[in-house]
């Protein structure tokens, strides 16, 4: 299993970026997918899911504002963020596991047996 991060970098405050996960070496379509973030002394913050059957679940503080989208044909995963705040400046990762996550444990670090090395994302001005 190897996920790759891709689309992190500096933006301004009220900008956009859209990240990308590029997956491989697993049936991806059989996989539920999220996205995290982290912060040098925090927890791991998960921000948006997507399970195996296309449901999404979203954080708090990033519903309305991220867009979580996974593309069965080409093994990718994206995280479209909108609005963005400096609160937001962080290293972003995805994470993989196979079969169903649930709601209820969607946004769990310790939910995901796979990750990828992460994407920094700087929101300043």
């Known amino acids: 299993v190897q996920l790759v991060e891709s689309g992190g970098g500096l933006v301004q405050p009220g900008g956009s970026l859209r990240l990308s996960c590029a997956a491989s070496g697993f049936a991806y379509r059989t996989y539920s997918m999220a996205w995290f973030r982290q912060t040098p002394g925090q927890e791991r913050e998960g921000l948006a899911a997507?399970?195996?059957?296309?449901?999404?679940t979203y954080a708090d503080s990033v519903k309305g504002r991220f867009t979580i989208s996974k593309d069965n044909a080409e093994n990718t995963l994206s995280l479209k963020m909108n609005s963005l705040k400096f609160d937001d400046t962080a290293m972003y990762y995805c994470?993989?596991?196979?079969?169903?996550?649930?709601?209820?444990?969607?946004?769990?670090?310790?939910?995901?047996?796979?990750w990828g090395q992460g994407t920094q994302v700087t929101v300043s001005s």
């Open positions: 997507i399970d195996n059957y296309g449901d999404t």
């Open positions: 994470a993989a596991e196979h079969g169903f996550v649930s709601a209820d444990q969607a946004l769990r670090p310790s939910r995901y047996a796979y």
